[in-house]
């Protein structure tokens, strides 16, 4: 993947050492969405990127971060992984260059780096972080149509056609702004999780633009589901959806397939639907969420997600409040799962 090419003097250090040093974001849309500058402006206090220089000074990746300031914490959270910048950087330059970011944000007078938003796949993690694996699932939109199809599984693409033949139909337009966002916030809700309040969601989708698409399945002017997705020319991300309790069977089924055609047409790489725990329970809500994902064609990607007490009083507090507050965060939820996991990686 292509970033911007700006090249900063640095002193000399071993061949597997990566500086971390701010630089002037330069998005384009041939980057990863979520390192544009007015999605980081719509979602964090403070925000930039950080540029990873070799020992020649040249640029090699790069990583956009925010910062919230929350009881007077300073939280910093990454809303994308490590990208590449004009070749591979292997796993143990990555690992540099995110042991130099914790000291950078150390500099910065950060107090903790929480677990990064659920899109977010890092290879690796810095020395001293707490880590849990975790993925998401992919669908790969460089093949036909037809091999897309056939991808889905039997009854999946049973349940899609049904939807058809009983009259559901797929609209778009950011005009489904407020009952797209009052359906997801009730799904939360039956799910017993929070949602972002109408502001913060009204900002997110107008800071994405053009970026942004939000998806509506109706049958006889009723709205079943909706989805907001985020995309650029690396990948689309399934960021939020909600059902209708008396949701026709193959709704949502029918909007993915639509988004999935869309994206494709579009020039789009990935589908991605943003996050999957790694072997959840048998018999899980997560379980069942991870297999709707694999029978439209999906693939598990995986990595690490992870966090980094910067002063560790301050970090304590806000591992106290999570904890009380939803029982810990994804990292304490899995991290057990870190032990004996081995991460496959492709260079």
């Given at each position: 993947m292509e970033c911007v090419s700006d090249c900063i003097a640095a002193p000399e250090l071993s061949l597997s050492s990566i500086t971390a040093e701010p630089i002037p974001i330069r998005w384009s849309p041939d980057l990863p969405v979520f390192a544009k500058e007015e999605f980081l402006k719509a979602v964090g206090d403070e925000y930039g990127w950080l540029g990873g220089l070799d020992q020649h000074g040249t640029l090699r990746c790069i990583l956009p971060y925010t910062i919230v300031q929350k009881l007077g914490v300073r939280l910093v959270r990454f809303r994308v992984e490590t990208i590449a910048c004009g070749g591979a950087l292997d796993i143990a330059e990555e690992k540099s260059f995110l042991n130099a970011a914790v000291e950078h944000f150390r500099k910065m007078r950060a107090d903790v780096i929480i677990p990064a938003s659920n899109n977010t796949l890092f290879r690796t993690f810095p020395n001293g972080a707490a880590a849990a694996p975790y993925g998401s699932y992919v669908i790969d939109l460089q093949q036909p149509?037809?091999?897309?199809?056939?991808?889905?599984?039997?009854?999946?693409?049973?349940?899609i056609n049904v939807a058809k033949k009983d009259g559901v139909t797929i609209?778009?337009?950011?005009?489904?702004?407020?009952?797209?966002?009052?359906?997801?916030?009730?799904?939360?809700?039956?799910?017993?999780l929070d949602f972002m309040d109408r502001d913060a969601f009204r900002r997110l989708a107008l800071a994405l633009g053009d970026n942004g698409k939000i998806l509506r399945a109706e049958r006889q002017n009723v709205a079943h589901s909706y989805a907001f997705f985020a995309f650029s020319t690396p990948g689309a991300y399934w960021m939020y959806g909600g059902n209708i309790q008396c949701q026709h069977q193959g709704a949502m089924?029918?909007?993915?397939?639509?988004?999935?055609?869309?994206?494709?047409?579009?020039?789009?790489r990935t589908v991605d639907f943003y996050g999957a725990r790694i072997n959840p329970p048998k018999g899980s809500k997560q379980e069942g969420i991870n297999l709707m994902k694999k029978h439209l064609g999906a693939s598990l990607s995986e990595g690490f997600m992870w966090k980094y007490p910067i002063r560790p009083w301050r970090a304590l507090a806000y591992s106290l409040g999570v904890r009380l507050l939803r029982g810990g965060d994804i990292v304490d939820q899995e991290g057990k799962r870190l032990r004996g996991y081995s991460l496959r990686v492709e260079n």
């Open positions: 149509e037809d091999v897309l199809w056939r991808n889905i599984s039997k009854g999946s693409r049973h349940n609209r778009e337009g950011m005009e489904f702004l407020d009952p797209a966002y009052d359906l997801i916030r009730e799904t939360f809700r039956r799910s017993k089924k029918l909007l993915l397939w639509e988004a999935i055609r869309q994206f494709r047409n579009y020039g789009i």
